[in-house]
């Protein structure tokens, strides 16, 4: 077996990529020991016995090769080459002394000419292999290392993640109880409020709950202008409650094929049900959940069937620890069954930021950006109106500012007041298109005072 056998390049390469391994190191000094190769052989024993200095392997395999180096000095004439070990017999001697050069060089500093690969200890007659084709046979190759090299590839079924059986792994991604509380959201007194008596008292007092008779059951239902905070809320409930959390898209759940989408909806509460306590956020329900009536395909008014028939399902006593939470920009563009009571009977109004959450959400975007004399107050006045999506990106408007500045005169500035308010005064509430669709629906649209919210806070404002 010469150096440029497969096999032991092959070796060569899995021996540097896991230099500690010693029965992989000690299985390729063997391979070039049988190849002839006693110096190198005797340098892989001898790095193997430095990582396992007690290997009994290792010590028999250094005995070994400094035996077979030891003569190799007392004997200067050249070594017989393998097919004088038995008469010639084979066509293979004479193709071989026809491309073996009639006196062979020695390499410089050697005592005997590179030999050939050594026949194997109970071979008394030249092998099958040594007879066939010039060919490395890569069957026998693999039979060699496969109780050196460990598996490369798991055999078996793939799941989704790579391993295990398909029917065990979950089919959505769940994340575990996060550390985002209510307490994290600055202001929105109302809506904590809400979420206080819609989820969090019953569930914290167990006795109450079954004295008053109060159900958990049912979903809680954010609408409000885009950019104000629905999904950070979903996420604080799911942290107050201690629960797992599963948020959903619509991406997540249509599919081309036909019954897809109804089977993904019914895995999507079967493993909220398996991982109770859990909350469901159904993000943009009015494209999970709009009215059938202005649908035209049967494939989507049989998703918003199949939703329906889990959202019933909730009502039994053993689901009742999953909840779940929807936000929408449009409410009323969602079919008019989800909203009946057991389903989504309740709704919360999620409006811009007041002046304590504009304040928190101000501190939380400059917290790592190097600022010097920021009068938050007066910051606070000036962005009345604005989303936390509009505070975010008026954040960034001023830091992109001092950058540009310091860029232009080389010398690096911090962040002050004057870019902040210059931010303001460009950044135009991105709210305003939205409650300009609002006004309409709170005044010709309200019916059973679906919206009574929505209508005193655009009397507040005067929007309306």
């Given amino acids: ?261 109804e089977r993904n909806m019914h895995e999507l509460f079967e493993t909220a049900r398996r991982q109770a306590p859990c909350v469901v956020f159904l993000d943009e329900l009015d494209a999970l959940g709009g009215k059938r009536s202005r649908t035209q395909s049967a494939g989507m008014r049989n998703t918003v069937n199949q939703l329906l028939t889990e959202l019933d399902g909730i009502n039994a006593a053993a689901n009742e620890g999953v909840f779940v939470l929807a936000a929408t920009n449009v409410p009323w563009d969602v079919d008019i069954a989800l909203r009946r009571p057991g389903r989504f009977d309740r709704t919360l109004l999620v409006l811009p930021p007041d002046a304590p959450a504009r304040e928190t959400i101000l501190r939380y975007h400059l917290r790592e950006r190097p600022i010097e004399k920021v009068d938050l107050g007066k910051l606070v006045k000036l962005t009345d109106g604005l989303s936390g999506a509009d505070l975010a990106h008026l954040c960034e408007s001023a830091a992109e500012m001092a950058l540009l500045d310091s860029v232009r005169t080389g010398v690096v500035r911090m962040i002050g007041m004057k870019d902040l308010l210059g931010a303001a005064k460009q950044t135009v509430p991105s709210t305003e298109p939205w409650f300009a669709s609002a006004r309409n629906v709170a005044m010709y649209a309200n019916d059973g005072g679906m919206y009574d919210d929505l209508v005193a806070y655009l009397k507040k404002r005067r929007k309306l």
């Fill in 1 to 261: 077996m010469s150096e440029a056998s497969p096999l032991i390049r092959s070796l060569r390469a899995a021996v540097d990529a896991a230099p500690a391994d010693v029965p992989l190191r000690l299985h390729l000094a063997d391979l070039l020991l049988d190849a002839g190769h006693q110096d190198e052989a005797v340098t892989e024993a001898a790095i193997a016995l430095q990582h396992a200095p007690g290997d009994g392997q290792a010590r028999a395999l250094m005995a070994r090769a400094m035996g077979a180096t030891a003569p190799a000095a007392q004997t200067p004439g050249p070594a017989l080459p393998r097919d004088a070990a038995t008469p010639p017999t084979e066509p293979v001697q004479s193709r071989d002394a026809a491309t073996r050069p009639t006196e062979p060089t020695l390499p410089l500093g050697a005592a005997t000419p590179p030999a050939e690969p050594a026949l194997p200890q109970d071979a008394a007659t030249p092998s099958a292999e040594s007879k066939a084709d010039s060919t490395f046979n890569w069957g026998a190759a693999a039979d060699q290392i496969k109780d050196v090299l460990p598996p490369r590839f798991v055999e078996g079924p793939l799941t989704t993640d790579g391993s295990g059986d398909p029917e065990d792994a979950p089919a959505w991604d769940v994340d575990a109880p996060g550390a985002v509380r209510l307490a994290d959201v600055g202001g929105m007194r109302e809506v904590k409020d809400r979420l206080e008596a819609a989820f969090l008292a019953p569930l914290r007092n167990p006795e109450l709950r079954k004295l008053y008779g109060k159900s958990l059951r049912g979903g809680l239902l954010l609408y409000g202008p885009p950019g104000c905070g629905k999904t950070f809320v979903a996420r604080a409930v799911a942290g107050e409650l201690g629960a797992s959390f599963l948020s959903v898209s619509v991406n997540d759940v249509l599919d081309m094929w036909m019954g897809n989408s």
